[in-house]
């Protein structure tokens, strides 16, 4: 049985962010069955957890001894078994990693960081000086996805891939920062089946744990 580590709790306003649910996702979309492994406050920085999560994050992804971390990696994993996620032609398939790395390399990291200066700093003067300037950045990337997703339904046309999953789980951090066509766009994605489940299955261990 596959394992998924995730937090037993977290603040509010992380819940259904946290990167867990990428994985939860990808493996409901490819139909294979998980457990999750719920951390308990501080279960994370143990020298045990660390040995196979070295900088104390979740997710981990264990299989038959196998240990996997980081979502992207995960999702890459899962998506070898799994077509809807990884296409069999070979260039379907290398567009659909290049999406998924762009989410995590060009996107993600300027949609984040102005998510936390708005949720640790945002008292603080030097973010209130610095968030005009990220906001800017990060939406000049939004916009050039914008343009490139034009009217197609997905990054690479018609068919959701891996590229597509983890670009809405990084759109879904501050959505409104979108654009009326990533606004559908990530309607799109988050109206599948699969996602809806592995959202309802995060925010349930968190009930479990309140």
Not at 90 to 110: C, F, G, T, Y
Not at 132 to 140: D, L, N, S, T, V
């Amino acid at each position: 049985m596959i394992t998924v580590s995730a937090f037993r709790w977290v603040p509010p306003f992380a819940q259904g962010q946290v990167r867990d649910l990428r994985v939860r996702w990808a493996l409901e979309e490819a139909g294979m069955p998980y457990r999750s492994r719920l951390l308990a406050a501080g279960e994370q920085d143990t020298p045990a957890y660390r040995a196979l999560q070295p900088f104390g994050q979740v997710p981990i992804f264990e299989e038959d001894g196998k240990v996997l971390f980081e979502s992207g990696a995960i999702v890459l994993h899962i998506g070898e078994r799994s077509e809807v996620l990884l296409p069999k032609d070979p260039d379907a398939r290398a567009r659909a990693v290049q999406w998924l790395i762009a989410a995590l390399n060009s996107v993600e990291p300027h949609i984040q960081n102005l998510a936390v200066l708005d949720a640790f700093y945002g008292g603080e003067e030097w973010a209130r000086l610095r968030k005009p300037g990220a906001e800017a950045f990060a939406k000049r990337r939004l916009t050039a996805l914008s343009a490139n997703l034009d009217d197609k339904a997905y990054l690479d046309g018609d068919s959701f891939t891996a590229g597509d999953l983890i670009m809405a789980t990084v759109l879904r951090i501050m959505p409104e920062l979108l654009d009326e066509r990533l606004a559908a766009y990530l309607e799109r994605c988050t109206s599948r089946p699969a996602f809806k489940r592995a959202l309802d299955a995060q925010m349930g261990d968190f009930s479990q744990a309140a």
